[in-house]
């Protein structure tokens, strides 16, 4: 069996032996190459399976080797050498296409994950990405090329987009295309845990570091070394934290809380946020160094109204999912309910074409979901409450909630429709059949919605 080879490109001979003698150990063939013209010979001969550059070279700049292999070998992984603190030219490798990059003086330990991870690039099978990611406009066909080119990077990936939209699916995805598959996906919503808790739920203590530290923990990233770190809502890190986040991202190690030492960590960082991060920077809120460190890569999800063709599909497979624990038919839209979707504007995206769909099987009879199961008209008058519509004026009159959501849409729909079906059940005298016609819907339904709200009389 062919063993791999390592395409060294520098111009340090004292450097060129101690990497060929580390890889050599690592049953790695080399070969060497100290100029730009070198390298580009070498490749002309044969395609290794990783090249290795410095950034400054003789007759060039490394980064000119690194646009090039990714026009004339894109599947060749390559990563950067920089000096020691030079982040912006890690940044640049790493949006020239760079697999990733490490700092001089090479630490050997981490130049070995380095390269262990690179050779795996080609040798992990691509994840078929419509079995989560369903979708065939050509918005979602850009998405999955972008997960699929971003999965052989190392580079840090900013997902963001509205709530609802699938942001951490899309991050699972990049991680299970890529080489750290077979290592860990975590995932945590920075605005869900206390801001007290965030630094130990990040990067551990030590015990007695703080009261309540009664054992050793370890943190997620060090939970997830290996593999992949989603820092969903990242907006919402407390700003102290994001001091350390970004050390921690520079320097590959954490330092727990009552911890003298850092620890190394092999983690690669995904964010996602609903949040405009930039505007976020520029008003204090989030440091612009963590900022600009995080957004290496930019990937954009698209809202669910803006792929309307795919509706149907995510609905189809939606249902098939909800059949399946069970081993049930799955249930099926008329084209009459398929139509009426695609026409809804999807404030709550994915999420909320869930609830629609769940709602729906919940309260029918037959195995064939129609317009008036969806309910999209009661659904409508609670969603426009913010546009102040005159049937949303009217079920609400007084009583309605405040016109803030802050931050959970579905928390506050609930509470709209509970003022809604609260003033008609009070309004009707209890009488429930007069209540569901009067806000156009089953008195089955009415019913569900008054158990599910919690609403007795």
């Known amino acids: 069996m062919t063993r791999p080879t390592v395409l060294i490109v520098d111009d340090e001979p004292d450097l060129l032996t101690l990497l060929q003698m580390t890889f050599a150990r690592m049953d790695l063939d080399t070969e060497t190459a100290s100029t730009l013209v070198e390298a580009r010979q070498a490749l002309s001969r044969q395609t290794p399976h990783l090249c290795l550059t410095d950034m400054k070279l003789p007759d ?41 990059f ?14 262990t991870q690179a050779l795996k690039v080609n040798a992990v099978a691509d994840v078929q990405t419509t079995e989560s990611l369903v979708g065939e406009t050509p918005v979602m066909a850009t998405l999955k090329r972008d997960i699929q080119r971003l999965a052989r990077s190392q580079a840090p990936v900013l997902i963001h987009g509205e709530s609802g939209v699938g942001k951490e699916v899309v991050a699972r995805l990049i991680h299970e295309s890529g080489p750290r598959a077979s290592g860990p996906f975590l995932a945590i919503n920075c605005g869900a845990i206390p801001a007290e808790l965030v630094e130990s739920e990040l990067f551990g203590h030590r015990k007695g570091a703080f009261t309540g530290a009664i054992t050793d923990k370890p943190g997620l990233f060090q939970a997830a070394s290996g593999g992949t770190l989603l820092l969903d809502e990242i907006a919402d890190l407390p700003l102290p934290v994001q001091v350390k986040l970004l050390r921690a991202i520079q320097e590959k190690a954490v ?45 954009m999800v698209p809202p669910l109204r803006n792929r309307r063709a795919d509706v149907p599909l995510i609905a189809t497979h939606i249902l098939q999912k909800m059949a399946q624990p069970a081993g049930d038919r799955p249930l099926r839209l008329t084209d009459r309910a398929a139509a009426s979707l695609m026409q809804h504007e999807f404030p709550g995206n994915v999420r909320e074409l869930e609830n629609i769909l769940a709602r729906a099987a919940a309260l029918l009879e037959g195995h064939v979901i129609d317009v008036d199961d969806l309910e999209l008209d009661t659904l409508a008058v609670i969603t426009s409450v913010d546009d102040a519509s005159p049937v949303a004026s009217d079920h609400l009159g007084s009583a309605a909630p405040s016109a803030d959501a802050n ?12 003022t809604i079906i609260e003033k008609a059940i009070h309004t009707h005298r209890w009488n429930r059949t007069a209540a569901a016609k009067s806000l156009g819907i089953t008195l089955r339904s009415l019913r569900y919605r008054l158990k599910k709200l919690g609403i007795e009389d």
């Open 60 to 100: 060039g700049n490394g980064l000119d080797l690194i646009a090039e292999i990714q026009q004339k070998y894109p599947d060749l992984p390559v990563a950067m050498m920089t000096a020691h603190g030079s982040v912006e030219s890690a940044i640049e490798a790493l949006k020239l296409g760079a697999f990733d």
């Open 255 to 299: 330092r727990p809380i009552g911890d003298q030492k850092e620890v190394p960590v092999d983690v690669r960082l995904i964010s996602a946020t609903h949040k405009n991060l930039l505007e976020e920077a520029r008003s204090g809120r989030f440091r612009d160094d963590l900022y600009y460190r995080i957004n290496v890569i930019d990937l």
């Open 407 to 418: 931050g959970d849409l579905d928390a506050y729909l609930a509470a709209i429709e509970k």
């Open 102 to 115: 490490v700092s001089k003086p090479v630490a050997l330990d981490r130049l070995r994950d380095l390269v």
